[in-house]
């Protein structure tokens, strides 16, 4: 099992940058990958970004170029990060961080999930 903490998120103005941070602790052996989803208001919740094991990232075509996610993994712990670049009114969401692996070219989260952090971007 996994422990899960999301934490940057905030109120900010369009155009402005957030830097999002995630700890997940715990059996993280079982783990080769790494991804953000959102869950944007009255919408389901969507895949983001992620890294595999060997560091090669994937964005959702809303946000490539806007959004880089990245990584650091010690001992017991994946730290992950996500910079928010010229954030805009749609980016709005809930964002959650998750540990999981890739099968092939799909990505399959750790079944733990943290509580997420809030993103709000104003007009």
């Known amino acids: 099992q996994v422990q899960v903490l999301e934490t940057g998120g905030g109120l900010v103005q369009a155009g402005e940058s957030l830097t999002l941070f995630c700890g997940v602790s715990?059996?993280?052996?079982?783990?080769?990958?790494a991804g953000w989803y959102r869950q944007p208001p009255g919408k389901q919740r969507e895949l983001v970004a992620t890294i595999n094991p060997g560091g090669t990232t994937n964005y959702l075509d809303s946000v490539k170029g806007r959004f880089t996610i990245s990584r650091d993994i010690a001992k017991k712990m994946i730290y992950l990060y996500l910079q928010l670049n010229d954030l805009k009114p749609d980016d709005t969401a809930v964002y959650y961080c998750?540990?999981?692996?890739?099968?092939?070219?799909?990505?399959?989260?750790?079944?733990?999930w943290g509580q997420g952090t809030q993103v709000t971007v104003s007009s």
């Open positions: 715990g059996s993280i052996n079982t783990f080769n990958a």
């Open positions: 998750t540990a999981g692996t890739f099968i092939g070219e799909s990505y399959y989260p750790s079944s733990t």
